[in-house]
């Protein structure tokens, strides 16, 4: 099973080229002002190069900080999307006890990664809300992953 891995050394450049991104964005239209585009698309050919993610778009990161701080949505940036893989229910079971045990940035990637790998698009509901999905609203992460498993048969 594939693990987040980030670069911590690419980081300071990354949260850089996402803040100037975000300003520039913020500040100009970048749909009709060319310079404005031209300078957007070489930050997003800088963050596709740093970051090895050649699908990644740099407008994704547009008012960024609404939701998270500069350093998790850079974090975020580095990590490359997950992949399906074939997990057995000990795997998604171990993955749900141990999501809150992470940062925002990692614990977003895993969240993704079971979701990828379950095919329940709510999988947020199951951890954070879980009396939508017919549980307890305090009920256990084992109990969570317990039903994950029963819903994925």
Do not use: A, L, N, R
């Given at each position: 099973?594939?693990?987040?891995?980030?670069?911590e050394g690419k980081l300071p450049e990354v949260m850089k080229i996402i803040d100037d991104a975000n300003t520039l964005m913020t500040e100009k239209d970048c749909g009709e002002d060319k310079a404005a585009r031209e300078e957007l698309e070489e930050l997003q050919s800088k963050l596709r190069e740093l970051t090895g993610n050649q699908q990644i778009q740099i407008r994704d990161f547009w008012r960024y900080d609404e939701a998270v701080s500069l350093r998790t949505a850079a974090r975020g940036a580095l990590m490359i999307p997950p992949e399906k893989e074939d997990l057995t229910d000990e795997q998604i079971k171990e993955i749900v006890l141990d999501i809150l045990k992470h940062d925002e940035a990692e614990m977003d990637w895993w969240l993704n990664f079971l979701e990828v790998n379950t095919g329940l698009d709510n999988l947020?509901?199951?951890i954070f809300y879980p009396d939508l999905v017919g549980l307890d609203r305090d009920a256990s992460l084992e109990q969570i992953a317990d039903r994950i498993i029963a819903d994925l048969k």
């Open positions: 099973m594939k693990k987040p891995v980030i670069d947020t509901d199951y």
